[in-house]
């Protein structure tokens, strides 16, 4: 799994995301960029989940000339996409299916500079640990507008950073280099649940992509000390023992922590509906 921080500033999104990816019992694979840029319609590709989805979900979008045409097409792909991975690996469960997507740039239909994000999994999916498939706007593969401040997994903006964010002056207020490691930091800290057991799962370092009208910046903004094929073990963070018990307490709280993110300083939005 991995984080990906979102932040939609008025002139750019600002997306902080980690490098590590695993093995089944949670060892570190590799440590790498997890952001694509996209030259031909001026966006960045995150995501988090299936790795086997990365490479031809971005052979596909570079096709595309903008953020609006990667929105109109992106359903049909990423239908494509799964029905080619139960024809494949179906008879597989523990293979990892489903992934989330971001996709940052400039939208034409919306006149704004827009972080929308799209999932696999189906409606009111009770196994979604980001709780998007729980809204009422939500479908498989569209693309919606998060709230201008979102994290992925969620934690709770507003306590991390001591400070109220409920408007968009707020959100550009935000440095994105310093508030923006802060929120990743946060995550990292957190246990998720991979393969049904508690881990840490968000490492290797922390890379900042900024997007504008303009072309795509990427840069490392910090490096953790974590080493292929060792688990990842953040400095004041609970043990695993304990981090399970912890995973079962607040699972249930995800959808509504991230609900809450959503609702400010913008509640979620279709991309087709803002057209």
């Known amino acids: 799994m991995s984080a990906i921080v979102i932040l939609q500033q008025t002139d750019a999104i600002h997306l902080i995301t980690d490098g590590a990816t695993y093995r089944d ?7 790498r960029s997890k952001v694509t840029p996209l030259p031909a319609a001026n966006c960045a590709l995150a ?7 990365c490479q031809p979900l971005a052979a596909a979008l ?4 903008s953020f609006d045409e990667i929105a ?6 990423v239908a494509g996409m ?12 523990s293979h990892p299916k489903h992934f989330e997507i971001v996709i940052a740039g400039w939208s034409d239909n919306m006149d704004r500079m827009v972080a929308a994000v799209a999932l696999t999994r189906q409606r009111n999916d009770p196994d979604d640990p980001t709780g998007f498939s729980t809204f009422d706007i939500y479908e498989p593969g569209t693309l919606f507008v998060p709230g201008q401040g979102c994290t992925i997994p969620a934690i709770d903006i507003e306590a991390t950073l001591g400070r109220s964010l409920t408007t968009q002056a707020d959100i550009d207020a935000l440095d994105p280099g310093m508030d923006g490691f802060t929120l990743h930091a946060a995550q990292r800290r957190e246990p998720g649940l991979y393969r049904g057991r508690a881990a840490y799962i968000i490492g290797g370092f922390a890379e900042l992509t900024t997007v504008t009208r303009h072309g795509i ?5 910090h490096e ?6 060792q688990k990842i073990t953040p400095v004041d963070a609970p043990p695993l023992e304990v981090a399970q018990r912890v995973v079962d307490a607040v699972s249930a709280l995800r959808a509504a922590q991230q609900s809450a993110l ?3 300083p913008a509640g979620p939005e279709l991309i087709s509906q803002a057209a």
């Open 47 to 53: 995501m988090r989940g299936g790795t086997w989805a």
């Open 262 to 264: 959503m609702r400010s």
């Open 72 to 77: 109109e097409v992106l359903p049909d792909v």
């Open 62 to 65: 570079s096709l595309c000339g």
């Open 224 to 229: 953790w000390p974590d080493a292929v094929g």
């Open 217 to 221: 910046e990427s840069q490392v903004i």
């Open 82 to 93: 799964t029905a080619t991975y139960e024809i494949y690996f179906g008879d597989r469960p």
């Open 25 to 31: 019992d949670g060892t570190v694979l590799e440590i």
